[in-house]
T-cell receptor, first 112, second 116 residues
Framework: KQEVTQIPAALSVPEGENLVLNCSFT??????LQWFRQDPGKGLTSLLL?????REQTSGRLNASLDKSSGRSTLYIAASQPGDSATYLC???????????FGSGTQLTVLP | EAGVAQSPRYKIIEKRQSVAFWCNPI?????LYWYQQILGQGPKLLIQ????????DSQLPKDRFSAERLKGVDSTLKIQPAKLEDSAVYLC??????????????FGQGTRLTVV
């Protein structure tokens, strides 16, 4: 059974800092890995999806990497802004039914 | 394109009452998921449909929860009777299908359920 862990659980940084969020998974037979953003009281917004054959995916100030062999993914946020404050979740589909398993998320606060 | 639609957005019920949530996935998406997200935790998969068939309901508390997907499009999730511990946000998501490139999931805004 896939288990996804995210570290740290919470992170507070001053505006302008570059930061890294970590995601690890136990079953390396994933099809892809998806990073989401969740604002308080809202649903999940897809940020990036990395296919299992890729090592990196970029969107604006966001860069996600994937290392299947070590069971890790990182989300790099450059030049953080207060608007980046949210909870960031990673999820990976695995198993015959492509069940999407989530980590508990990292709650990010960017201080102005 | 229109996103995943869910209703209602909020619901407050007393314990032992019943409640139903509705989800309309993105048009053409064959896979539909229902997740339960308790405050401070990541979403937990309750049930996954492929078209109108269930492919995974291993974490669905079947004594009180039920779900159906009519004609492989809309879906409803029901709780009967509700317990205090069912207070959570219920999220619906859909994806195009099964292949690697088709499993990107898109989520609705969720329904926040409070059981008092």
């Amino acid at each position: 059974k896939q288990e996804v862990t995210q570290i740290p659980a919470a992170l507070s940084v001053p505006e302008g800092e570059n930061l890294v969020l970590n995601c690890s998974f136990t079953d390396s037979a994933i099809y892809n890995l998806q990073w989401f953003r969740q604002d308080p009281g809202k649903g999940l917004t897809s940020l990036l999806l990395i296919q299992s054959s890729q090592r990196e995916q970029t969107s604006g100030r966001l860069n996600a990497s994937l290392d299947k062999s070590s069971g890790r993914s990182t989300l790099y946020i450059a030049a953080s802004q207060p608007g980046d404050s949210a909870t960031y979740l990673c999820a990976a589909p695995s198993g015959s039914a492509r069940q999407l398993t989530f980590g508990s998320g990292t709650q990010l606060t960017v201080l102005p | 394109e229109a996103g995943v639609a869910q209703s209602p957005r909020y619901k407050i019920i007393e314990k032992r009452q019943s409640v139903a949530f509705w989800c309309n996935p993105i048009s053409g998406h064959a896979t539909l998921y229902w997740y339960q997200q308790i405050l401070g935790q990541g979403p937990k998969l309750l049930i996954q449909f492929q078209n109108n068939g269930v492919v995974d309901d291993s974490q669905l508390p079947k004594d009180r929860f039920s779900a159906e997907r009519l004609k492989g499009v809309d879906s409803t999730l029901k709780i009967q009777p509700a317990k205090l511990e069912d207070s959570a946000v219920y999220l619906c998501a859909s994806s195009l299908g099964w292949t690697n490139r088709d499993t990107e999931a898109f989520f609705g805004q969720g329904t926040r359920l409070t059981v008092v």
